[in-house]
């Protein structure tokens, strides 16, 4: 069995019920601070974990409340776990027989349910509600107030178990069956690795001591224990002769140290104090302490390590205990059956690589130590090394809490698993920021990556400031990603909103030639041979699969139509005379400066014409450019665009600009040295329009 359902009703962040699916194995919670990441882990340990109180605080209720709804009824926490049969399970399981008094379905698969409610009794409402209606602030604080002082120590925790209209208490014998292990973020792991005096440290020796002959399937129980009885008898034995040692040691000393015997009367009835005893093997496990060796053979205590390390130390030690906990044999009817463990940030104390071998090291272990696993994170690294299905994203909506599931988005149709596999494999660490930014903007480039950013500053909206990130899908693969926002079409999306900057990329194909392939084309060639080409102003489907409609989270936004192609060619047709942007790397930098002083000098189409260096270029611009549809200016324009678009190398042109850009941010759209450089059109209204976030 396993986990399947998580309900959360007045707790904390959670105000109206909401309910979280979890699935066997590793669940990994993600989200903003403040999202309900903590609070989740906390209510599971409520429910599961035999140990932890009960009781809870003033501060445990949710606080999102009105003074009218405190005058109605006393706040109430409700929080409740449902457990599915899992598909491999066998008949009357062990698991099954542990919930048999839980179930709420006896079906396969079974489901059970455990319950748990702080509230105030009955018998004490009459005198809430006079108490309460009595307050005339409207000062909601007031309220909390009275309700901390006068009443919240009548208030009473109860666990139910099944259908929880019936109202049956949990069992503690079946409580006992569960094993929950909380990690916190801030923990103190040196204490619990320094010695074998420490409880942890100790059940884990005393499990493993003898471990040859505890696991040895050749013998029964009887004779395990047989010759376990025979190691700590010797061991007992050995011990005599460092008992008999010391004893030696102290003959002089003893009848010095106990002289004052005699004195002081203690010898009465010839009665004589002496020193006796014996050891066993459990008495020097506090003498063990746990070291580390380096491979030159140096031995330092545990506790010299970085917390990192010894993090990962402490928790191979903890899924010791959890193996032992679940050992039938070394605790019979003791053992537990599930075992929980819930790890808060484990990203607090380990950097990247070590993140990675972590998840790692709990999906080889998970099958044999625990049941299932519940993690928080803000980690990108950690949200990365697991699948999609793992992850549970949790964020605010309009000051309530909402999940997404973003492995659920997918269907099983060929179209789905094409896109799942290729966000699985493309969510590295840079992209998993998908997940934990407010707002995203997706781009298919490197300049558009670098360049956004920097824009926005310059405009006076900082992304960082609304919480947006720029994410770099690596071409026009934005539908694959749009399906784990796309709220419209899936609720197991994540509601953001998203900005998509993409090219129209313009395209032209040969007539009458069997499989000609779509190529490249200028704006100002499209449409100029239609006898030979075909043409498409916009290759790009997204551009008209995402309409704009003002009530969408997703939209796409892209360059004008038949006036541009890509975001190099639209930044140049802005910036039509700022050699700034004709960086070191763009090759034919002086014929392309020569063109923009040119247009400045107001040359005409044949004097520019006369400046580009022979070639195909060149050749195709005089064919067409005097039927072209663009104004003369425009014409000259679009010449100094598509000379600019073919000399430049995209990943080397974008570092450089956004250098510019971002050492100079007075350059963009104030005069520097009588030029400008000018956010083009579609990236000032992406950028505008993911700000406007905030305001709503």
Not at 209 to 222: F, G, L, S
Not at 255 to 265: C, I
Request: net charge negative; with cysteine; charged share 30%.
């Amino acid at each position: 069995m396993y986990i399947s359902e998580l309900s959360l009703e007045n707790f904390r962040s959670f105000k109206e019920k909401k309910t979280i699916n979890f699935h066997e194995g590793i669940n990994v919670i993600i989200g903003h601070n403040n999202a309900g990441k903590t609070t989740v882990i906390k209510a599971l340990e409520l429910l599961f974990d035999i140990k932890k109180s009960k009781r809870l605080s003033i501060d445990d209720f949710n606080k999102n409340t009105t003074c009218e709804e405190l005058k109605k009824e006393p706040p109430k926490i409700i929080i409740s776990a449902t457990l599915l049969e899992s598909e491999t399970e066998e008949e009357y399981s062990d698991d099954l027989v542990t919930v048999s008094t839980w179930l709420t379905k006896i079906e396969s698969p079974y489901e059970a349910r455990i319950t748990y409610e702080f509230y105030l009794p009955e018998r004490e409402q009459d005198e809430y509600k006079r108490e309460i209606d009595s307050i005339k602030s409207n000062d909601i604080n007031e309220y909390w107030n009275e309700i901390q002082h006068r009443f919240l120590q009548k208030y009473v925790h109860k666990i139910h178990i099944g259908d929880p209209k019936y109202k049956n208490s949990v069992d503690t014998e079946s409580m006992k069956k569960f094993a929950f292990q909380f990690l916190t973020a801030i923990r103190d792991v040196e204490r619990d690795l320094y010695s074998g005096s420490n409880a942890l440290l100790k059940e884990v020796i005393d499990f493993f001591m003898d471990y040859e002959v505890k696991i040895n399937n050749a013998i029964d129980t009887d004779e395990k224990n047989k010759q376990i009885r025979e190691k700590k008898r010797q061991f007992s034995k050995d011990a005599q002769g460092l008992i008999h040692s010391l004893q030696k040691r102290m003959e002089e000393g003893k009848e010095h140290m106990l002289r004052y015997v005699k004195n002081t009367g203690a010898d009465y009835d010839k009665m004589q104090p002496s020193f006796e005893g014996s050891i066993l093997d459990t008495e020097l496990y506090s003498a063990l302490k746990l070291i580390v060796e380096n491979e030159t053979g140096i031995k330092l205590p545990a506790i010299n390590n970085g917390l990192g390390y010894n993090n990962l130390i402490y928790i191979s030690l903890l899924l010791a205990k959890m193996q032992k906990d679940a050992s039938g044999d070394y605790l019979g009817s003791n053992a537990k059956i599930f075992s929980i463990l819930a790890i808060e940030e484990p990203e607090a104390h380990l950097h990247p690589n070590m993140q990675y071998k972590f998840l790692k090291f709990l999906k080889q272990n998970r099958e044999t130590e625990v049941r299932q696993i519940f993690i928080t994170s803000h980690s990108p690294n950690i949200t990365a090394a697991v699948d999609l299905e793992d992850i549970i994203v949790l964020y605010k909506e309009q000051g309530k809490i909402e999940v997404a599931y973003p492995g659920k988005v997918f269907s099983d149709s060929d179209e789905d698993i094409k896109s799942k596999k290729y966000v699985q494999r493309f969510i590295d660490v840079t992209k998993a920021d998908i997940f934990f930014a407010k707002n995203i903007v997706l781009v298919e480039g490197l300049a558009e990556q670098l360049l956004v950013p920097e824009f926005s500053i310059a405009l006076g909206h900082d992304l960082t400031d609304t919480h947006t990130s720029v994410i770099n899908i690596g071409g026009r693969y934005f539908e694959h990603f749009l399906k784990l926002f796309d709220v419209s079409k899936n609720s197991n999306a994540i509601r953001k909103k998203v900005a998509c900057i993409t090219d129209l990329d313009p395209v032209r194909k040969r007539k009458g030639i069997k499989d000609a392939t779509w190529k490249a084309c200028g704006p100002l060639f499209l449409n100029s041979d239609p006898g030979s080409y075909e043409y498409k102003a916009c290759s790009n489907p997204l551009v008209k699969n995402y309409v704009e409609d003002s009530k969408s989270l997703i939209r796409v936004f892209s360059q004008k139509e038949k006036i541009s192609s890509t975001f190099e060619y639209d930044l140049i047709l802005k910036n039509i005379t700022v050699k700034e942007l004709v960086t070191e790397s763009t090759s034919n930098d002086t014929e392309i400066k020569k063109l923009m002083d040119a247009y400045k000098s107001n040359k005409t189409i044949p004097e520019m014409l006369s400046l580009l260096r022979k070639g195909n270029y060149k050749e195709e611009v005089e064919k067409v450019v005097l039927q072209s549809e663009f104004s003369d200016d425009d014409k000259k324009k679009h010449i100094i665009a598509g000379r600019y678009l073919n000399s430049i190398n995209k990943g080397e042109v974008a570092q450089e600009l956004a250098y510019i850009i971002s050492s100079n941010p007075n350059n963009v759209l104030k005069e520097v040295a009588s030029n400008k450089i000018i956010c083009p059109d579609y990236i000032k209204e992406a950028i505008e329009w993911i700000g406007q976030l905030q305001q709503n």
